[in-house]
């Protein structure tokens, strides 16, 4: 067998990545749901796999230009995204490298779009096959390189490409895989998002990305929950963000988030097994809303009960940092009476060295951040 053959082998002997890997991991603010998922269920243990296919100088470029091949592009697609969920950590040089090249290399965008398209037709005339939906993972993988890298983010959204994904992120359909694939195309909006950078999260707000953020969440399954909440985050933690959201003339996106999140406390609340990851991210949204004062007051009249009666009592006591935080939450609007009145002598003694209200939100949230400033007016906001 020449060297060819072994090399299109190894492709179809590539490893498969969990859907989480290929998606949530991606996002530079998840690692803490990665503590979560791992406490509440063991990763499991395995070699790790290395793509020798690309291991040749300017391998990269050859995978791209086989792209153009129509009969090879499903096993060059594949090759690609496995290399880039490898290589987005231990080689960054080279992740950031495959980015230029696929967003500037010629044909290779409108390749993707093809990709798109097809998926698309299938879309409308049948239910999507799991291959399908599988091949399209891969093309929202190379996304997912092109959306990372700081030079190329800018020039991604003004292809309008992203906003093509929107009827992927909102497409319903039986096939059990593709909620999955929602869940990857959403973490393309989501790597965007968390740059912090007031062009993109303009972009976002002016995308609707809020309302589909909300409809996903409504929908989705955990992975496609966390993803969308980790976009709804990012956009609140930025100035302009958090004024469109909580603004008089949005009211309607403001009512429909305190909807989500009501119906999502819910619904966790009735769960065998609730999820301490959705429990932070519901927390974690109330909080960033309070750092405007129409959201603080929406917060304060509808902060759903499951959230301040004690009821996920037992979540908090396992997880520190989700007691903090809603602690955080009470303190801001005054309902830490409601929801610890045995431990309210500890409650007050652990902040009875701050001034005021307002200190002790700062001091309790400074403990909270300690990876980076705020970028907005506000004293601190809780930043993990």
């Known amino acids: 067998m020449g060297e060819k053959e072994e090399e299109i082998q190894e492709i179809h002997d590539l490893p498969e990545f969990s859907w989480e890997e290929r998606s949530l991991h991606l996002l530079e603010t998840s690692k803490l749901d990665e503590d979560f998922a791992k406490i509440k ?22 995978v791209i230009i086989e792209l153009q091949d129509p009969v090879g592009r499903e096993s060059a697609l594949r090759c690609l995204s496995v290399f880039l969920l490898e290589k987005r950590l231990e080689d960054l040089e080279n992740y950031n490298r495959t980015g230029n090249l696929l967003l500037h290399s010629c044909c290779t965008m409108a390749l993707l779009l093809q990709e798109l398209v097809s998926f698309f037709r299938m879309m409308v005339t ?9 091949r399209l993972a891969n093309v929202l993988t190379l996304y997912q390189c092109i959306a990372a890298n700081k030079e190329t983010r800018l020039e991604f959204i003004n292809t309008s490409v992203p906003n093509l994904l929107q009827p992927l992120i909102l497409f319903e359909t039986p096939l059990e895989v593709f909620e999955n694939v929602r869940a990857v195309a959403l973490s393309v909006i989501g790597i965007l998002c968390q740059a912090g950078d007031p062009i993109i999260i303009q972009w976002a707000v002016n995308s609707d990305m809020v309302e589909i953020c909300c409809t996903c969440i409504a929908m989705g399954n955990e992975l496609t929950k966390v993803v969308g909440m980790h976009i709804l985050e990012a956009i609140m933690q930025d100035a302009s963000g958090l004024w469109y959201v909580c603004s008089p003339e949005s009211d309607h996106l403001l009512q429909k988030i305190m909807t989500t999140l009501e119906h999502l406390g819910k619904n966790l609340a009735v769960d065998e097994d609730p999820s301490p990851r959705l429990l932070f991210h519901i927390i974690r949204c109330h909080c960033l809303l309070c750092y405007d004062m129409r959201g603080y007051r929406i917060v304060t009249e509808k902060l759903p009960k499951q959230i301040s009666n004690g009821y996920f009592l037992d979540i908090v006591e396992d997880f520190p940092l989700i007691r903090d935080l809603l602690e955080e939450v009470l303190l801001m609007v005054d309902r830490v009476y409601d929801y610890l009145p045995e431990n309210l002598d500890d409650v007050l003694y652990h902040h009875s060295d701050v001034q005021g209200e307002k200190e ?18 506000h004293d601190q906001i809780v930043c993990i």
């Open 360 to 377: 002790t939100r700062s001091h309790h949230t400074n403990a909270l951040c300690n990876s980076h400033q705020p970028k907005f007016m």
């Open 41 to 62: 269920r063991p990763r499991k243990g395995g070699k790790k796999h290395r793509v020798r296919c690309m291991s040749r100088p300017m391998a990269v470029p050859e």
């Open 126 to 134: 049948q239910i999507p096959t799991v291959r399908a939906s599988k």
